[in-house]
């Protein structure tokens, strides 16, 4: 008999709402970001409801390759993957956002015994689960809506599991500055291996360095999307800490650093300005940009070596023909 739960810590919560702005994790950032020499806003503030769904479009863009290759390598390696996993496991899922790829994981191996998706757009997360809980009757589902790049305690293992197993597609890993990413991989390790259950590994996404032509027109596609999305941040910064940006004011810049091997993303103010959030202003110069994310890439070796760093054991590794997209399995000694 499958089950359904939603675990959302006590800061996630939905809240009424209330012209009167209270202190939150999202405010605390946006103004210690605004208030820096570099101006920044952590990339995990994307994703309320409009911009992981802005999100799920820039997946289907023509343009924007890791999806559907990271979809095609699971797919072509589905039985090798499974064979690896083994039976009887919960699949832990970081940064779950529209549950989709998780189906090519659960379809493929044999018994699966739970799925524990952990996002930090709760109210999005428990919608695209929803499905899930349907499909898969005989797999308990337990949605932890949180951020999943700080310690984030677990619920207690399902006693029909024998061990529990890491799933982080998309690269989102590099999102992350190495040290960023080095301690992400620690904290999933530990959090696998939390409340005395077993971790086996972790299957996880890694995009790879590759011609910048391919990764800036990923990046800036010719629909927009991006842009939109890039934007979105500002809006979602005007509904919930009463800002009063002009997303006119602003352009989506994206462009590929390559003695870092990374794509870095800004909002880039088209004129000076000052813009007021929680009663407190901030000046923009001309030209002047707010960096919202990075995405880096990867050689394998490069990737293998921060995973040992971080107290994995590289396994195996899958990639498609054209040597885009990597897909890694790190096993976890035992403890």
């Given amino acids: 008999m499958n089950t359904l739960a939603i675990l959302w810590p006590r800061e996630e919560r939905p809240v009424p709402q209330s012209t009167e702005w209270r202190p939150t994790r999202f405010g ?32 289907r863009l023509p343009e924007y390759y890791p999806t559907r290759t990271e979809r095609k390598i699971l797919r072509d390696n589905a039985r090798e993957i499974a064979a690896i996993i083994g039976a009887d496991v919960e699949v832990v899922e970081f940064g779950a956002g529209a549950a989709e790829k998780v189906r090519l994981l659960l379809d ?8 524990l998706p952990i996002d930090i757009s709760g109210p999005h997360l428990t919608e695209a689960v929803a499905p899930l809980a349907r499909h898969y ?9 949180g951020d999943f790049t700080q310690a984030l305690p677990l619920p207690a293992p399902l006693p029909q599991a ?18 960023e990413a ?4 620690r904290n999933a390790a530990a959090m696998l ?38 934007l979105n941040l500002l ?17 989506h810049y994206a462009f590929y650093q390559p003695t870092q091997h990374r794509i870095e993303m800004h909002l880039v103010s088209r004129r000076a300005q000052t813009v007021t959030l929680c009663n407190q202003r901030y000046s923009f110069a001309a030209g002047e940009s707010i960096h919202t994310e990075n995405s880096y890439k990867y050689t394998p070796a490069s990737f293998r070596q921060l995973a040992e760093k971080a107290g994995f054991r590289p396994a195996a590794m899958w990639t498609d023909d054209d040597s885009l997209f990597s897909l890694h399995w790190l096993a976890l000694p035992d403890a």
């Fill in 137 to 145: 009757p005989d797999v308990t589902i337990r949605v932890v809506a």
């Fill in 162 to 179: 024998r061990c529990r197993v890491g799933f982080f597609p998309g690269s989102t890993i590099g999102n992350f500055t190495p040290d």
């Fill in 235 to 251: 809006q979602r910064i005007n509904r919930e800490l009463n800002g009063d940006f002009d997303l006119g004011a602003f352009d």
């Fill in 108 to 115: 493929a191996l044999p018994r699966p015994a739970g799925y």
């Fill in 28 to 59: 605390r950032d946006v103004h210690a970001g605004l208030r820096a020499a570099a101006k920044a806003i952590p990339a995990k503030y994307f994703y309320d409801s409009h911009g992981s769904a802005l999100f799920e479009q820039i997946c």
């Fill in 193 to 230: 291996r939390s409340e005395g259950s077993q971790g086996a590994g972790l299957l996880i996404g890694v995009d790879l360095v590759k011609d910048p032509a391919l990764l800036h027109a990923a990046y800036n596609d010719s629909a927009g999307v991006t842009a939109a999305f890039n």
């Fill in 182 to 185: 080095l301690a992400f991989l």
